[in-house]
């Protein structure tokens, strides 16, 4: 196993916030014929907690879409049963491996349309702030 590994979408996914902390959630889930989780149950239970943040609601609801998820499929996505192996929330800070703007001395290379990257959280556990917070079980 490789650890941690998750793909970041862009150079302002991770870009410090203009106030407060930044967090990441880290969530390793297994294909399981036995077990309860769903992927529209943990997009439902994700949409409950951010109903109180419009803003953080609407963000969510953008990756969604951004990523292909779709209400007409729900059914299909259902059929696939999912154990959550792993979960931890994340502190982002200077240490914590990631690409901003801010990382280009120079600015971002003329040419560079897109940036995709991956990070292994995998050596990171000193940044972790809860191994399985409360809000956010499932099962």
């Given at each position: 196993?490789?650890?941690?590994?998750h793909?970041?979408?862009?150079l302002?996914?991770l870009?410090?916030?203009?106030?407060?902390?930044?967090m990441?959630?880290?969530?390793?889930?297994?294909?399981?014929?036995?077990?309860?989780?769903?992927?529209?149950?943990?997009?439902?239970?994700?949409?409950?907690?951010?109903?109180?943040?419009a803003?953080?609601l609407?963000?969510?609801?953008?990756?969604?879409?951004?990523v292909?998820y779709?209400l007409?499929?729900?059914?299909?996505?259902?059929?696939?049963?999912?154990?959550?192996?792993?979960?931890?929330?994340?502190?982002?800070?200077?240490?914590?491996?990631r690409?901003?703007?801010?990382?280009?001395?120079?600015?971002?290379?003329?040419?560079?349309?897109?940036?995709?990257?991956?990070i292994?959280?995998a050596g990171?556990?000193?940044?972790?702030a809860?191994?399985?917070?409360?809000?956010?079980?499932?099962?």
């Open positions: 196993m490789r650890g941690r590994v793909r970041i979408n862009g302002s996914q870009a410090p916030p203009e106030n407060g902390a930044l990441f959630f880290s969530l390793h889930l297994r294909e399981e014929g036995g077990a309860s989780n769903t992927l529209p149950g943990l997009v439902a239970s994700c949409r409950s907690l951010l109903e109180a943040d803003e953080a609407s963000g969510f609801e953008s990756a969604l879409v951004q292909g779709s007409a499929h729900e059914e299909e996505y259902a059929k696939m049963k999912l154990r959550i192996l792993d979960e931890g929330l994340f502190r982002v800070q200077e240490n914590f491996p690409l901003t703007k801010a990382s280009f001395a120079s600015g971002i290379p003329p040419g560079i349309e897109r940036v995709e990257y991956e292994n959280l990171f556990e000193h940044l972790c809860a191994v399985k917070p409360e809000k956010f079980v499932f099962e």
